[in-house]
């Protein structure tokens, strides 16, 4: 079976920075496209940022030019560096993976979330 394990959430003062990672184990055959979502209390899920297997990145607007994401295909695992964070930025946010694993089958993974919480 595949996990995704989450960490680095917590409560941060606007301005200031956090580091999600989010690790990937279990029977892995090859990880492609990887991401982060977040959910705001009301609101739909949304695209945060993706990465593909060769490094190309993508960004919801909202976030560009402060978040930073990145993976180390050795570790099976990506990170989401986040600078400048306003209080809107406030949500629980999901890792996601796209994984070939065993049987020969390629399937979307979440992560468990992580709570950011930014003061004001």
């Known amino acids: 079976q595949v996990q995704l394990v989450e960490s680095g959430g917590g409560l941060v003062q606007a301005g200031g920075s956090l580091r999600l990672s989010c690790a990937a184990s279990?029977?892995?055959?090859?990880?492609?496209?990887m991401g982060w979502y977040r959910q705001a209390p009301g609101k739909q899920r949304e695209l945060v940022a993706s990465?593909?297997?060769?490094?190309?990145?993508n960004y919801a607007d909202s976030v560009k030019d402060r978040f930073t994401i990145s993976r180390d295909n050795a570790k099976n695992t990506v990170y989401l560096q986040m600078n400048s964070l306003k209080p809107e930025d406030t949500a629980v946010y999901y890792c996601?993976?796209?994984?070939?694993?065993?049987?020969?089958?390629?399937?979307?993974?979440w992560g468990q979330g992580t709570q950011v919480t930014v003061s004001s």
């Open positions: 996601n993976a796209r994984i070939l694993s065993l049987p020969l089958r390629t399937s979307d993974y």
């Open positions: 279990g029977v892995i055959l090859k990880i492609n496209d």
């Open positions: 990465i593909t297997s060769d490094g190309t990145t």
